[in-house]
Nanobody, 129 residues
Framework: QLQVEASGGGLVHTGGSLTLSCAASGFTLDYYAIGWFRQAPGKDREGVLCTSQGDTSTYYLDSVKGRFTISRDKAANLVYLQMNNLSPEDTAVYYC??????????????????????WGQGTRVTVSS
């Protein structure tokens, strides 16, 4: 079963930056499409940024374009979500997912996406105004 866990959340002021990490258990992230999702209080989970295997195609939620980027550390088997210029609207629990089934990256960052394994605990990001 594919299991990934997001970490690195915390409290940050508006305009600040935070880097989240996605770690995998028992498999190599580099061979999978990666998606970052978030769920704000009282709202549905949404896809924030998804990238294909090999990072040949990346989808960004409109509200994070120019502020969020994704990168892979192959040696450490980690994927990072770099979040800059954060605003209170970015406050949410963030999750990552790894998926080998994805052929079109836009089909991953959709509200009804379900990971092959579980969502994991997620990591909470709180942006204060």
């Amino acid at each position: 079963q594919l299991q990934v866990e997001a970490s690195g959340g915390g409290l940050v002021h508006t305009g600040g930056s935070l880097t989240l990490s996605c770690a995998a258990s028992g498999f190599t992230l580099d061979y999978y499409a990666i998606g970052w999702f978030r769920q704000a209080p009282g709202k549905d989970r949404e896809g924030v940024l998804c990238t294909s295997q090999g990072d040949t195609s990346t989808y960004y939620l409109d509200s994070v374009k120019g502020r969020f980027t994704i990168s892979r550390d192959k040696a450490a088997n980690l994927v990072y979500l770099q979040m800059n210029n954060l605003s209170p609207e970015d406050t949410a629990v963030y999750y990552c997912a790894a998926d080998a089934r994805i052929t079109t990256i836009e089909t991953m960052c959709v509200p009804d996406y379900r990971p092959f394994g579980s969502w994991g605990q997620g990591t909470r990001v709180t942006v204060s105004s």
